[in-house]
């Protein structure tokens, strides 16, 4: 079966760094993205990797490596409203895209 | 960006009663469009794909019937929820893929619409 693996939660202290990790086990590999999702809003995209390695937006990085099936969000800088939940989704040989539950991150000052 | 919208975001039903969500993308065109279903505290659950001018594409467990999808255009999907009952009662959420959509393809989420049916 498909799965991806996530933390449920989260805490960081505002200003630090943290790390989100995801695992997954797919039929085939297209692309892992990362979104974010505030309460009661929909997903945002926050990033996209298909090749193995490090891609950087501002505050927000995110890593893949295919061969062990594991990616991470980065967030650096951490600010009160990046409280909420990060989504790790995997597109399969079919292109359909398989979610993870979610890491909900709380930022205590 | 991309920008898609939902209305209503918000409805609450009686029990038996049908309901309408629509679903549109205002500044691109996109042949397929998404519907998903999000439980409190829960991820996303792909309920069916929606290819403009084509029957939806069902999930595994998803009641076609009761679960009525219209893709009549290239910048509207409706989904109809067919006498509700509480347990429908969800957060609906639709996204949209463009057709200018580079190879990552990125899906474009509306605000989502919070159902409660009494």
């Known amino acids: 079966g498909q799965n991806i693996d996530q933390p449920t939660e989260m805490t960081a202290t505002e200003g630090a760094i943290v790390q989100i990790n995801c695992t997954y086990q797919?039929?085939?590999?297209?692309?892992l993205f990362w979104y974010q999702q505030h309460a009661g809003e929909a997903p945002t995209f926050l990033s996209y990797?298909?090749l193995d390695g490090l891609e950087e937006k501002g505050r927000f990085s995110s890593f893949l490596s295919r061969s062990k099936g594991y990616s991470y969000l980065l967030l650096k800088e951490l600010q009160m409203k990046d409280s909420a939940s990060y989504l790790c989704?995997?597109?399969?040989?079919?292109?359909?895209?398989?979610w993870g539950a979610g890491t909900k991150l709380i930022i205590k000052p | 960006g991309a920008v898609v919208s939902q209305h209503p975001s918000r409805v609450i039903c009686k029990s038996g009663t049908s309901v309408k969500i629509e679903c549109r993308s205002l500044?691109?065109?996109?042949?397929?469009m998404f519907w998903y279903r999000q439980f409190p505290k829960k991820s996303l659950m792909l309920m069916a794909t929606?290819?403009?001018?084509?029957?939806?594409?069902?999930e595994q467990g998803v009641e076609k019937d009761k679960f009525l999808i219209n893709h009549a255009s290239l910048t509207l999907s409706t989904l109809t929820v067919t006498s509700a009952h509480p347990e429908d009662s969800s957060f609906y959420i639709c996204?949209?893929?463009?057709?200018?959509?580079?190879?990552?393809?990125?899906?474009?989420f509306g605000p989502g619409t919070r159902l409660l049916v009494l």
């Open positions: 990797n298909v």
């Open positions: 797919t039929s085939g590999f297209n692309g």
């Open positions: 500044d691109f065109q996109a042949t397929t």
């Open positions: 929606s290819n403009e001018g084509s029957k939806a594409t069902y």
């Open positions: 996204s949209a893929r463009s057709m200018e959509g580079q190879d990552w393809e990125t899906q474009y």
């Open positions: 989704a995997v597109r399969d040989s079919n292109y359909q895209l398989i």
